[in-house]
């Protein structure tokens, strides 16, 4: 006898039909021309999307492979979702090929620009724990992303960073020194790197729900990543993108310019207090 489904598996099994139906609309293919690409059926491929029928991993990979969805099926069967390694790597892939990154952060300093005892201290952080040569391998995986910035043609950089970001202590004053002065080095010598300041005194804003993340890929195509519950998303929807880039502009008006974000930044570092 078959148990009732577990509502995380229902919402994985919805989460996968909307997707499939998404990518087969845009691909302008009928149920049963993607089942013939599948090796299915029309009917089977319907079932899926009403959630009627759990695809398989073969019905799957078929499909990702037919749609070009580029592992995004795979990531989200239902049976075998994706670890937050491998979400987090097709992250760390696509920021690589970027030509635009701009970012809202208000939680924790920006990665490509963490210092190493900072990094360190923001994964040590994570719970549950992770062993000590897992730590070593995440923390290698994020000073390796920060090479990006020393390539000869490099992207276009822009931070807001919530001005919390400044005065949660992570690591303890003398790592949070380093921090202030990695960021003060990174911006005085890349000007390809800006970093505004949003200070408390702007008071609310149109980004309290969260950090999130604009990735140029072309100088018309951008996507928009969010991260939350130990996992990540990418989204390429036009009108979420437009939506996101807009808020992004509108964070960018409220903040201190970027001079006048390192000079405080500056200060930090010299009186060695966060």
Request: net charge positive.
């Amino acid at each position: 006898m078959t148990g009732k489904p577990k509502i995380v598996d229902e919402v994985a099994q919805e989460e996968f039909a909307r997707e499939l139906i998404r990518l087969r609309t845009e691909a302008d293919l009928s149920q049963r021309e993607l089942g013939r690409l599948t090796g299915t059926s029309g009917q089977q491929v319907g079932a899926i999307e009403r959630l009627q029928r759990r695809p398989s991993k073969e019905f799957t990979v078929a499909a990702d492979k037919a749609l070009g969805a580029n592992g995004r099926l795979r990531n989200l069967w239902p049976q075998g979702r994706a670890a937050p390694s491998r979400w987090l790597q097709k992250y760390v892939d696509i920021e690589a090929k970027a030509l635009v990154i701009q970012q809202f952060q208000a939680q924790v300093v920006p990665a490509l620009v963490q210092s190493e005892p900072y990094a360190r201290a923001t994964l040590e952080a994570a719970y549950p724990p992770s062993p000590p040569e897992k730590l070593h391998d995440l923390l290698q995986s994020r000073l390796q992303r920060q090479k990006l910035l020393d390539r000869s043609t490099p992207p276009l950089v822009q931070y807001v960073i919530d001005e919390a970001t400044l005065h949660r202590t992570i690591g303890g004053l003398d790592v949070m020194r380093e921090q202030f002065q990695r960021i003060v080095d990174v911006v005085t010598s890349k000007p390809f790197v800006t970093v505004q300041v949003l200070p408390y005194g702007r008071g609310a804003h149109c980004a309290l729900e969260g950090s999130f993340t604009l990735l140029g890929m072309t100088p018309s195509e951008y996507l928009v990543y969010s991260e939350g519950a130990g996992r990540g998303t990418l989204y390429t929807e036009p009108d979420l993108v437009a939506a996101n880039t807009l808020r992004f502009g509108a964070l960018r008006s409220l903040a201190l310019t970027p001079a006048e974000s390192v000079q405080m930044i500056q200060s930090l570092a010299e009186r060695g207090a966060a």
